[in-house]
């Protein structure tokens, strides 16, 4: 980006004055360099920077032919200002001056910048033309600005000269040390490897200017890993240094790399990363048995496929160099023996291939041998990579059980055979040299509903009672055989399975008991359906199901039955004209026979709906119900509303007897004693404490105030005698003289808290001027008292108002009851 600046007739010539500050001025070889204020006069300097200045002649041609046209002088093209970045000095720096040839020093001129950072980071005296920078920059951010200077009128704001561009560039210093962006780094070498052998690459990257000076320059060195590693200084490329590292000896290195600017000069800035190396595995070790000869030993009661013993090879190498894999190569028990690898714990293991006797042969010897699959060629020459052993197993005597001659047995037995019907016989015998005898049994796990017995002695099987094939064609069960008198209790067992022959003891059946469907205008002579048969029992190869209509329909007018004789039978409409207004449903029954031996039968029934259909003989409906509800009602709907009605019937007749049972009179105004009456009403009482402060019971019964009456208010923990009271009360015993003794009792009680309770009693006391409140006194006096005073006490007295108001000869006549 340049700026242009040319002269015109009518305006003169801008002058920029570019000043230098500190270092900034090396870098403007082109233009000198001076500190303090430098000027650049377009008129009296030719030499321009090279690349960027260019001289530009303008001819003026005249408005008129013939006018003399004038050569325009020569206008200067600026090319880039330098200010040098991270100055922190008191003053801002002068970046550079503005003058223009009509600028007389009389003020008359002002100077004006815009563009990038102009008034915030750039401003310019607009007297002077002075360009100052405010604040520090840097390269990193913003490595240049792009400016536009002007000269105006001061008064008109007029330009006048055109607007010139200019470019300030941020000169680099070396303020940014090298960075490893991309660390820690990992990296992986196989050991072994040669000096020299490449591990990785680190790069570091430096913010500063690169074209400017060493700043960006970088060198690389190692601080930590020596003499394992090196690195190029240019490159960054570790390298190994030693030869011959082991990984069995020494897996992980930590390496430290430093990239230092100014090409590894002193004053340079530097920057580390660390570098993990892990030395990768190679085939490098054979494998090796820590025994040379191993002892084991075997139970001749041992089965096969049974471990005998197991043995590995250490190979320090890892993953597949360190696998081993084993084999017999030698031994006279190769017969008898068999060698197979766990994947876990790659541990050879010695298996029975076959079994062993002690009384045959008590000794076996075996060699193996283990080698590794995977050899690596550059290390040929450290093997041979693979080793030897000898094993010795020894074979132990055992007391063992009996064995069956058989591994497994099958027999057969008709089915629906008598109790006692002999299926098979299983033996088995005594291996050891005393031959004990051996004793059967049948496990009750394996025939839990006892189908079968053994006997002990000779292993017969016998049924205990008839089977059914149609339930269950096969029995599995267990025979477990037991040395008698053996110090080896343990059983041998062996399956048996019975096969239950099959026998014809099943009538056969319709294969489905679909009804068929016909439309009344079904023609004569067409086939309605074709029906077959099913059986329980199992079908000969040339058996077959045969099908006839029974005696009693055999000359029906309405269908006949043709069999196919290939199990299916078809049945055929002889008439036309059926209607389901006349019959709607028709039963055919038909006999089937299965030909077995002995043959069975039976006789199994076609229902046959008539139906209504288009003329298509599609069926449109098979229920008569439409013909006889002429109002469209289904039978659902009627027994919907029926149950409606009923419900609605019930609640009325509830409702009426709850409104009687409401109606009927509180008192009962018969001979009976209205003591012995509760009368319940909704009207609130006085309280809880009228019903469970005391025991009305006891104040309707003086006599029963000798017994013995728990404490309600706790529960005593011991259980005291009772206390002999006084002599019994007569009927008309004084409530005070009662609530007193009751009392007395209390404060002598040892099971009373340690506390007063107050129990609350309908008894004012004697100088109570309300008297009792109970209404059981008034049935014993004669007095006739008023009771209307009752309808001032308000709404919880206005059932006792109603009750005891209004006297009536009913009253007076209870009254004379209870006297009597």
């Known amino acids: 980006?340049?700026?242009?600046?040319?002269?015109?007739?009518?305006?003169?010539?801008?002058?920029?004055?570019?000043?230098?500050?500190?270092?900034?001025?090396?870098?403007?070889?082109?233009?000198?360099?001076?500190?303090?204020?430098?000027?650049?006069?377009?008129?009296?300097?030719?030499?321009?920077?090279?690349?960027?200045?260019?001289?530009?002649?303008?001819?003026?041609?005249?408005?008129?032919?013939?006018?003399?046209?004038?050569?325009?002088?020569?206008?200067?093209?600026?090319?880039?200002?330098?200010?040098?970045?991270?100055?922190?000095?008191?003053?801002?720096?002068?970046?550079?001056?503005?003058?223009?040839?009509?600028?007389?020093?009389?003020?008359?001129?002002?100077?004006?910048?815009?563009?990038?950072?102009a008034g915030t980071i750039f401003v310019i005296d607009d007297k002077t033309g002075n360009i100052h920078a405010t604040k520090t920059l840097d390269r990193e951010e913003q490595a240049q600005y792009t400016l536009t200077a002007q000269a105006v009128a001061r008064d008109t704001n007029k330009p006048l000269e055109p607007p010139s561009e200019f470019i300030v560039k941020v000169q680099d210093i070396n303020d940014n040390p090298p960075e490893f962006l991309h660390g820690p780094y990992y990296a992986r070498v196989p050991e072994m490897s040669n000096v020299g052998t490449s591990v990785m690459q680190v790069t570091a990257t430096d913010a500063d200017d690169p074209t400017y000076g060493n700043s960006a320059r970088l060198v690389y060195s190692i601080l930590q890993g020596q003499p394992y590693f090196s690195v190029e200084p240019q490159t960054g490329i570790i390298r190994t240094a030693l030869p011959n590292m082991d990984r069995e000896a020494r897996q992980d290195y930590d390496v430290v790399i430093q990239a230092k600017d100014m090409g590894g000069h002193m004053g340079g800035l530097s920057g580390t990363t660390e570098v993990k190396i892990t030395l990768t595995d190679v085939n490098d070790n054979p494998p090796k048995f820590p025994q040379s000869v191993y002892s084991m030993s075997v139970s001749e009661d041992k089965e096969m496929g049974e471990e005998v013993g197991r043995l590995k090879a250490k190979d320090p190498d890892m993953g597949d160099n360190g696998l081993v894999s084993y084999r017999l190569i030698d031994g006279d028990g190769l017969g008898s023996f068999e060698l197979s690898t766990d994947s876990e714990t790659r541990e050879a293991v010695i298996k029975l291939k076959k079994k062993v006797d002690f009384e045959t042969k008590r000794s076996y010897t075996l060699k193996v041998e283990g080698s590794n699959p995977h050899i690596d060629p550059h290390y040929l020459a450290w093997g041979p990579y693979k080793d030897e052993a000898t094993i010795k197993i020894t074979v132990e005597d055992a007391d063992e059980p009996p064995v069956f001659i058989a591994p497994s047995y099958t027999f057969e037995v008709v089915e629906n055979a008598p109790e006692g019907t002999m299926v098979g016989r299983v033996h088995a015998k005594d291996t050891d040299i005393t031959n004990n005898p051996v004793r059967y049994m049948i496990p009750r796990y394996t025939d839990i509903e006892q189908f079968f017995a053994i006997n002990p002695e000779d292993g017969m099987i016998v049924t205990k009672r008839p089977l059914d094939r149609e339930s269950q064609a096969w029995h599995n069960i267990s025979v477990s055989a037991t040395e008698i008198g053996g110090q080896h209790q343990d059983t041998t067992k062996v399956r048996v399975n019975i096969k239950v022959k099959d026998v014809n003891d099943n009538p056969p059946?319709?294969?489905?008991?679909?009804?068929?469907?016909?439309?009344?205008?079904?023609?004569?002579?067409?086939?309605?359906?074709?029906?077959?048969?099913?059986?329980?029992?199992?079908?000969?190869?040339?058996?077959?199901?045969?099908?006839?209509?029974?005696?009693?329909?055999?000359?029906?007018?309405?269908?006949?039955?043709?069999?196919?004789?290939?199990?299916?039978?078809?049945?055929?409409?002889?008439?036309?004209?059926?209607?389901?207004?006349?019959?709607?449903?028709?039963?055919?029954?038909?006999?089937?026979?299965?030909?077995?031996?002995?043959?069975?039968?039976?006789?199994?029934?076609?229902?046959?709906?008539?139906?209504?259909?288009?003329?298509?003989?599609?069926?449109?409906?098979?229920?008569?119900?439409?013909?006889?509800?002429?109002?469209?009602?289904?039978?659902?709907?009627?027994?919907?509303?029926?149950?409606?009605?009923?419900?609605?019937?019930?609640?009325?007749?509830?409702?009426?007897?709850?409104?009687?049972?409401?109606?009927?009179?509180?008192?009962?105004?018969?001979?009976?004693?209205?003591?012995?009456?509760?009368?319940?009403?909704?009207?609130?009482?006085?309280?809880?404490?009228?019903?469970?402060?005391?025991?009305?019971?006891?104040?309707?019964?003086?006599?029963?105030?000798?017994?013995?009456?728990?404490?309600?208010?706790?529960?005593?923990?011991?259980?005291?005698?009772?206390?002999?009271?006084?002599?019994?009360?007569?009927?008309?015993?004084?409530?005070?003289?009662?609530?007193?003794?009751?009392?007395?009792?209390?404060?002598?009680?040892?099971?009373?808290?340690?506390?007063?309770?107050?129990?609350?009693?309908?008894?004012?006391?004697?100088?109570?001027?309300?008297?009792?409140?109970?209404?059981?006194?008034?049935?014993?006096?004669?007095?006739?008292?008023?009771y209307d005073y009752l309808q001032s006490w308000g709404p919880r007295f206005k059932k006792l108002a109603d009750l005891y108001g209004t006297k009536d000869s009913s009253v007076h006549d209870l009254d004379d009851g209870e006297d009597s």
């Open 509 to 786: 059946d319709f294969a489905t008991n679909n009804e068929v469907l016909m439309c009344e205008t079904v023609p004569p002579g067409k086939v309605i359906e074709t029906v077959s048969a099913v059986d329980k029992d199992e079908m000969g190869h040339r058996q077959h199901f045969t099908f006839s209509l029974t005696a009693e329909v055999a000359h029906n007018n309405n269908f006949s039955l043709k069999d196919n004789r290939d199990s299916t039978a078809s049945i055929y409409v002889l008439r036309k004209g059926f209607s389901r207004l006349t019959q709607d449903v028709y039963y055919l029954p038909i006999e089937i026979n299965d030909n077995g031996v002995p043959p069975m039968s039976s006789t199994n029934t076609l229902t046959i709906r008539v139906c209504s259909c288009d003329s298509k003989n599609t069926i449109l409906s098979c229920n008569v119900e439409p013909y006889v509800l002429p109002a469209g009602l289904s039978t659902g709907a009627l027994i919907a509303i029926l149950a409606c009605i009923v419900i609605l019937l019930a609640i009325v007749v509830l409702f009426v007897a709850l409104r009687r049972q409401k109606k009927e009179p509180l008192i009962v105004f018969e001979e009976e004693d209205i003591r012995e009456n509760i009368i319940t009403y909704d009207d609130e009482g006085g309280g809880e404490e009228d019903t469970e402060a005391f025991d009305i019971a006891t104040l309707q019964n003086p006599d029963g105030a000798n017994g013995f009456l728990p404490r309600k208010d706790i529960k005593p923990e011991l259980q005291f005698p009772l206390r002999p009271g006084g002599p019994p009360a007569a009927n008309s015993v004084d409530v005070d003289d009662f609530i007193k003794s009751r009392i007395a009792e209390a404060d002598s009680d040892p099971t009373a808290p340690p506390y007063d309770s107050i129990q609350i009693y309908g008894y004012e006391g004697r100088g109570s001027l309300a008297g009792s409140l109970s209404s059981l006194e008034s049935v014993t006096t004669e007095s006739d008292l008023d």
């Open 1 to 117: 980006m340049t700026m242009l600046i040319t002269k015109r007739q009518s305006l003169g010539l801008l002058r920029a004055v570019l000043v230098l500050v500190g270092v900034s001025a090396l870098c403007s070889g082109a233009l000198g360099t001076r500190r303090g204020n430098a000027s650049l006069d377009q008129r009296s300097h030719r030499h321009r920077h090279p690349g960027h200045a260019s001289l530009h002649r303008h001819r003026q041609r005249a408005g008129k032919e013939g006018q003399v046209l004038h050569r325009s002088k020569r206008g200067w093209v600026w090319n880039q200002f330098f200010v040098i970045e991270e100055y922190t000095g008191p003053d801002p720096v002068l970046v550079g001056r503005l003058h223009s040839d009509v600028d007389s020093g009389d003020g008359n001129i002002k100077y004006i910048l815009s563009g990038e950072g």
